[in-house]
């Protein structure tokens, strides 16, 4: 694995020589429920990323920590880009790297509520890099790959806690978390009755759908262990999906 | 049905006393192979929303008639809004709109290339409204329904055309555009061979990657006929879906 | 005529060896008094492109519905791009066309509170396309025109209304929408009293200052007729306007 | 007279409560032939502004130098905002007066070029105000006058020049500047020939059609005399029209 | 001393052939306390700007006179460009002089305010400009120059008023406008206590910070002898600055 | 200390009882030179920070990794937002937290080239927070504090490095990574020669003038000892400024 937080100028250059592609961790600051972390979506895409870079040899960008989340900003501690200013942040990220020699932008992405935004930015990317002329504007390729949307990850997610699992503040993001900070693991008693909703539209009205934050989802099933389990998954699902991504045209 | 081009404001103002709930069509202008309407996204969208609006008195929206298509851009005739304006277009639509009372939003959408702004916009579109302190700001909801991906026009698309159905430039799409404009119906010799990619990246590696403009798709199987049973199938399910919408909380 | 959503890109990249012209219709969704429709500004910018397309052999894009209509939107159903997004939209459009080889841009447009904002858009999209060095860029023009603005349109309308014609939702263009949907013709008692001003401010001092919508006009004096004459009063100039325009370095 | 940049902020407190009007001249800084005056239409405005102001006993704000001259920028010392930078110069303007109490915008305007953006501008801002809920937003009104566009002054440049008044750098504006700046008057020797043409695209289209900058004008006419009689006549049509705008609901 | 608005644009060709820099006086519009002139800043930049531009040959735009003074804008009479405004508009007003051949931009500025914005703005301009691909990109420099920050200058404020300078309203500044306008010294009964605070954060917090405008300053020492003497060493101490600037690389 | 990525939204909940205070780490992802890695502005404004929250029991927002870095993206590895883009950023980012009820903003820089851009964009945000009417708009305060510009720290870099401390990748800033990340010291045979200049204009002449990337500096003196000492300082002081800022009006 590379870090590229952690490598030089040079190091880089080296690199490029070698291989045009790169992994993106983004998450999102964002509350998840009475026992889940604000860093959740944060914590595990960088965890995971890392994991796959350190499989395949690919560098690493810094975690995009705060991603769209306008619809959890009603609870304190949420923080949010809105659209369209996360449209010029991915933008402006791909055009520095695309300027560099990369051509191969993997997203490693821990929060479903970035995907639409992501998939809007690439595109807008894509046309401005033409309209610079690049050199190699043509090449360039960007990627989201959700984590918890790994064939081997869901499954196990749902063998594990069934429909606990719910759709946010679920126990398999939470076990990934306690794997990863098991110094951080918090308890609060969960009301076993959980709105089984899974609409969302604004902050206030959010709030009002899902009181403590969760969605049909019972945290208090995450272990560590489980969090093992699935980081190992989804590391191999997506390591596996990169190699595939850089092989291809 | 009532159309808001053909309404009077004062129409409308009464109508406000009876739904809060609006149909608003918005399709794309774009290539669609050889023999696909540059129209057709927003042919069909328009078509079915009328159907809709007719089945459940709904009012329908003007069509917004080019969307986001930026990859289809390397073909003659094509004209995409960036993602960053087209958020712009339906936050500037849904707040006039909102500010009259309107508080459901019921697009329908023929592009699938739309979908991941459509929601970027929702997002940031509830945002905006709860900045600006609207009374019924937390009571406005957006949905976006792709027509094509009804269960009951999904599956009678592989019905008829297997996995000819490709994914654009469609045979079902084309079929729903020659039910609608039988005086349109273009016909051109289309290679057998087709592209089995379903990967989307800039405009001029899509035309490199699909040089007809078809994905997959065998639009000669379409046929008028066709279209009046996909267009029928799809207006019954989305007026259901708009009704169920317009009852939720 | 040619219209651009009922052709296939092909039938476009052919139009293109024999003409870089094109008619784009560009209306409003607003108010127009109680018996104006709506979609006045729009079906009147529509079926006189459509009419001019048909005499001059050019291609007719599709009808940008939405325009610069924020005076008119506290009366509901009003819908209005934002000055910023309007000249946004103008560039995406046209950059778009002349990527593909457009030249000649005629606008025919339906509405005044229109061409304060195209004029501004046509400026920055000149300086885009010079900004993107395309080929054509210095080719480029583009021109606005207001069908009730022809000569002969503007004199038969004040032969038959006289100072009746007022300034908003005038009996020429209501006319000209009885024309084309004489199943929408629209009926209610029209107060004689109706305010001689012409002055626009913001939206709600437009409500308070124009309280039924009608900027000096008796459109109870239309007639789907009249509207025939209008049209093809409008359809004569513009045809001879366009080729003028095409001619012309 | 009072001159907002030689005022005191307790001054303009003063004045706010006698008067919610204020001037604001704008120009811009562009080219005007071989002989005229980069700055002619900032000059000519800043100058009849201070005499309006002068004759009206109103507060004129600091001269906006620079507009919208986009065409003019293939000529060396031109300067332009885009349209859309000029809105949002114009929206911050205005709010920032309209929120300490002024409510009658009074643009006293020296180029044609800004008419377009300056009349989208107030339509966007009119809107933001009201978005802002700014207690007096609905009396805010703004106005563009042109001041080479008063009965009286059209009548006398015509009366002097006849058609050799062309449409830009005119001798008109040339004269008004010199009897400003009697000590900038410039020679050079104009050909006789010069495009009738006023066709206005982009930037290099129009050094292409109008070589020297100038649009069938002949700004040798221009005497500071002429420039002194055209001042007074522009001060005191604005002046007539600056008190009436006052007056008016 | 070559002042551009009062060039033509030939002159302006000329004046490229043999230097490629330009000086750019920007103010600000906003309160100087109850004596200052709200126009001080700009007042100072232009005059200051104008002594360097006689005294070094070099050509002087016109002034901005507008520019981030957000924190002022709860005392009438402030006008503020938002930063992200201004950004727009130095690159508007760099690339336009930027693509006439101008290299050098030697801003001289007359509020603490602007600099933060006007460095971020630079950035920004740098990086357009090498989109653009401008031939001259690459070598094309803006600095930002406090004529308040001069050595002499600072000294001599210093000397003269002690630690009554303060840091808003300053005498300095206010004797610099009573030497360029005479005519204009306002008078009023300072309170001799006076906030010695200096930070700033919103409009409201700054009102309620600094009652009357002043920051820790005593304007009433100031002379238009004294500004004689600080605008002959700003002249002195910036024109050596533009020189040298000139001359680097 | 409390990690806000660590934390509940409950347990921000109760935070926000007690204290209104916030720290957010600000660092850059840019070259710094042969031996610096890129990601060293971060690392270090994230590990004072964490210092700091440790000392001060204040919360710590999750590091924002990417800044302003535009002059450094010729050399491969970095990325940068463009000013206007940060603004943006700072804006979303202070709003969500302000309105949860954050009110003192403490933001810990590690990047010289970040500070206009954050001024400027406190600025704008102040205004924005005063446009949404937020309860605690007035109370809202952002401060940037760059922790190799404390005193002790600045005193303790001169004495170990004299001159050859330099003003980019800095030997003070390396030996600060060193100390956090022991495992990622890198070498390389450093030239004696490096520029003593100090200017920065655009990334392409940054490079040709700075061709290793550093700025006068000998990164190959800084050892992990001296990185825990300069961290002990930094964290020291701000700490200390911290708690002044939180008690300050």
Redesign the interface.
Known sequence: MT???????????TY?TRSPGIILPIGS?E?????????TD??CAEAIARGVGESTQAIV??????G?A??H?A???????????L???IQ??VR??A???FTKFFFINGHG?N??????????T??L?????LPH??????QVNNWYMCGSVYKLAHQLYGNEEGSHATPSEVAVTQYV?PQ?I?T?PLSPEVSRDH?I?????FR?RYPD?RMGSNPALATPDHGRQLYDLAVKDLSSNYLEFLA?E
């Open positions: 870090l590229l937080h952690l490598s030089t100028w040079m190091e880089v250059e490029l600051t509350q998840h429920g009475p026992t889940g972390l604000i860093g944060a914590i960008a810094p975690t995009i920590n705060v769209m306008l619809h900003t609870f304190p501690g949420s923080i949010s880009l809105r659209p369209s200013t449209i010029l942040v402006d990220t520095c790297l300027q560099a020699g509520g995907v639409a935004t992501l998939k809007a930015a690439f595109a807008e894509y046309a890099l033409a309209d610079l002329r504007a043509e090449q360039v390729r960007c900070y951080a918090k609060y609409r539209y604004g902050a206030a009205d009002r934050g291809a």
